[in-house]
Structures are given as C-alpha cells and as structure tokens.
C-alpha cells in the first residue's frame, strides 16, 4: 500500500522558514503519482487535526487553510514522488506534528484538506517555533 514519510521537521525561531517534505512510495500496481491529492495537516497535542494545504498531482491545483494562505507554499516534484511545504514567517502557533497523507484525487474534494478524505497517512514530524 502507499507510504508516505515526512522530514524537515525541527526547531526554528518566530519569523524563519522551514521546509517540510513528504516522499511517497509503493503506489499500487496501475497507479502513479498523478492519480493521487497530497495533503499536509498538523495536529498539537490534545487537539484535532487541522487541514493545513493539498495538492492535486494531477493538474498542480493547491488549496489552503486561512491560517497559513500567504506563508506557506506547497509544491510537488513529481519526479521524485515528493511534496514540500514551504513554511515563511512562522509563528508559535504553527508549532505542532505536521503530518502529510494521501488518497485517490477522484475521492478528495478541490478544497483545504479535510482529514476524513485521506486514508494513507505518514508518522509525522514535529515542528517548533520559538518565540
């Protein structure tokens, strides 16, 4: 089945940048990267989960939460089965595990992500802003 590991995670002060990255692999037989959305989401501990950006392989449309339009930038290499986000001017807030999941683009709705419409998800990676 597919599997998605994420990295980039780390400690940063308010105000920097980070990159994230997501690597997909073992798609099913038949399928490719394009047949796939791409989410990235975070979830602080005791909280849900918050739908942070996605991507549709398929046509590069990407969609955002309001918390972060403007600040963070998603992108795929589709060469290398590999999805950033790009995270500028950082806040506490952001400060959380940032995981990336994935399911079929027929199944996910052309919006900021909602956790309900992703089976495949990574482990996750923490990230930290320091004020």
């Known amino acids: 089945e597919v599997t998605l590991v994420e990295s980039g995670g780390g400690v940063v002060r308010a105000g920097g940048s980070m990159r994230l990255s997501c690597v997909v692999s073992?798609?099913?037989?038949?399928?490719?990267?394009?047949?796939?959305?791409i989410g990235w989401f975070r979830q602080a501990p005791g909280k849900g989960t918050e739908g942070v950006s996605c991507?549709?392989?398929?046509?590069?449309?990407?969609f955002y939460a309001d918390s972060v339009k403007g600040r963070f930038t998603i992108s795929s290499d589709d060469a290398n089965y590999t999805v950033y986000l790009q995270m500028n001017a950082l806040e506490p807030e952001d400060g959380d595990v940032y995981y990336c999941?994935?399911?079929?683009?027929?199944?996910?709705?052309?919006?900021?992500?909602?956790?309900?419409?992703?089976?495949?998800w990574g482990r996750g990676t923490q990230v930290t802003v320091s004020s």
């Open positions: 073992r798609f099913p037989l038949g399928d490719t990267f394009a047949d796939y959305a």
């Open positions: 999941a994935t399911d079929s683009h027929i199944r996910v709705v052309p919006r900021p992500p909602k956790d309900h419409e992703y089976r495949r």
């Open positions: 991507i549709i392989t398929s046509d590069g449309e990407t």
